[in-house]
């Protein structure tokens, strides 16, 4: 896997660097700031961004303000948003409609490196991987009763916010994964998840069962 890095703290970068370099990982460049990073993309595509949210020159929104702008542009790219914080508004906007190949972990999961290599491993193969606290303050305004779901859609929903794809709840529940599409459409409706809502609907259901 070819990787770019954007981490102001060195010591951190380095780290990182490090890791993905030990685990057989091409780490591209590694930069303390978004803008090295948006230029070296123009040249050339990592298959993976790893950035973190607050950098220089503000240290507010740099890193997801570069995310947004990546996905718009190389949309090819995945991106890992690493951050002590949650910045919802550039978030949402990140994990639009076609929320894929997108990751946003608390830096206290860097700390667990199996966790952190899995969830670039799932960014890489096009699935969304997010901290089940970054969930809860995106859309903390929201929440609906899961009394109406089945006993198999409540199975569906919770595998989802482990971060399995559709493919691999089918292989967890040894069932096809087009019974796992209907399984989350059904979710979706009877949750009154519209897809033109605005916000991704897969997240939202994640969000009412760890509220739940």
Known sequence: MRVMLAEDSALLREGIRSLLTDEGHDVVAAYGSAEGLMQRLEAERPDVVVLDVRMPPTHTDEGVRAAVQIRARWPEVGI??????VEREFTQVLLGDDARAVGYLLKDRVMGVDDFLDALDRVQAGGLVLDPDVVRQLFRDTSHPLGMLTEREREVLGLMAEGRTNAGIAATLFVSTSAVEKHSNAIFDKLGLLAEDGYNR????????LES
């Open 80 to 85: 890992l948003v690493l951050s002590q914080y």
């Open 202 to 209: 897969r997240v939202q259901a994640i969000l009412r069962y």
